[in-house]
């Protein structure tokens, strides 16, 4: 009867010791995708292009603004979104470059580019949760993933804190191709770093790879706000 008690004891024990397991939380995530009528974002662009000659490099600026509301395709409350591009030698010298539509929900938000659809962001946030940036286009499939949801991150020019980094794969259709893109989005700022680069290769008469010109490197990074 002794040893009864004491399993009993030692089995409440055990009970009032035990260590609660925090459940894995979820954040909302549309923070990272700040959309209202008069948001702008100034991008640095650092790119090169490879032609049949060598290497073309440039730099200069890109605007992003949130124009008035809309309503899509889809019946859905969005925006239009205008870009603008400027020289690194006049950056007040603004030029039209193109128009698109930007929506959100609290699922997903889209950015319509060049008359394509892509889905930039899933919610709510989780790590490694994964989604087709493509999805609703002819491309091929990028995959993306959030491969961190809360990290410091540091540019040239400032350091982004709370921010989300989205690792996007892109299915490439050789052996001789590689790519590397990926985003960072910011809490209540928005995209705040881009970094794409596609390496292409071609083999020449001679059996050695050459870079093909479809090879480019293209990095945004946020100046203003």
Known sequence: MRWGHSILALVFFLIGCRREIPLPSREAGQSLFPLATGLAWVYQVRETTYTTTGTEG???????????PTTDAYG????????DTASVQDSGAWGFWRAGLAYRDSVQAELWEDNRRYLLLRFPLAPYLRWNRNEYTDLPPEICRYGAVDTLFPTPTRTFPHSAWVVRRVDTLGL???AYFYDVFTREVGLSYRYERLDVYDLNANGSLVRNTDSYFREWVLVAP
Do not use: C, E, G, S
């Open 176 to 178: 001789l191709q590689k």
């Open 58 to 68: 440039k730099r200069y600026f890109v605007r992003m603004r949130i124009d008035t």
């Open 76 to 83: 859905r409350r969005a925006f239009y979104v205008l870009w």
